[in-house]
Nanobody, 130 residues
Framework: EVQLVQSGGGSVQAGGSLTLSCAAS????????VGWFRQAPGKEREGVSC????????YYADSVKGRFTISSDSAKKTVYLQMNNLKPEDTAVYYC???????????????????????WGKGTPVTVSS
């Protein structure tokens, strides 16, 4: 059974930090690209960052570049999203997702698609207060 189990998140004041984790099981972790997405109330889902563990490809959306860091631990089959200098506009439910084609799609398009991922986590809320 494929699972993406998310942990982390919570509430923090602006300027603070949080780390999200996404633990994968049931598929070939290193081959897939794992991405973080977020959806704020009343807004469309957006791609935040993704990583392909097999070749180290990493992408960040402009809105988080320089503040968020994505990493992976292949032994633990876990992807992390370290979020620093958080802003109120980062408030959203954060989802991790895995997809075999995501990395190549991002490399070709320059942005993260937000639909048709192979697997999704259940989401974890992040609230940043001003």
């Amino acid at each position: 059974e494929v699972q993406l189990v998310q942990s982390g998140g919570g509430s923090v004041q602006a300027g603070g930090s949080l780390t999200l984790s996404c633990a994968a099981s049931g598929f070939t972790f290193d081959v897939d690209t794992v991405g973080w997405f977020r959806q704020a109330p009343g807004k469309e889902r957006e791609g935040v960052s993704c990583i392909t563990p097999s070749d180290g490809f990493i992408y960040y959306a402009d809105s988080v570049k320089g503040r968020f860091t994505i990493s992976s631990d292949s032994a633990k089959k876990t992807v992390y999203l370290q979020m620093n200098n958080l802003k109120p506009e980062d408030t959203a439910v954060y989802y991790c997702a895995a997809d075999l084609a995501l990395g190549s799609t991002v490399r070709g398009m320059g942005v993260m698609p937000t639909a048709s991922m192979d697997y999704w986590g259940k989401g974890t809320p992040v609230t940043v207060s001003s």
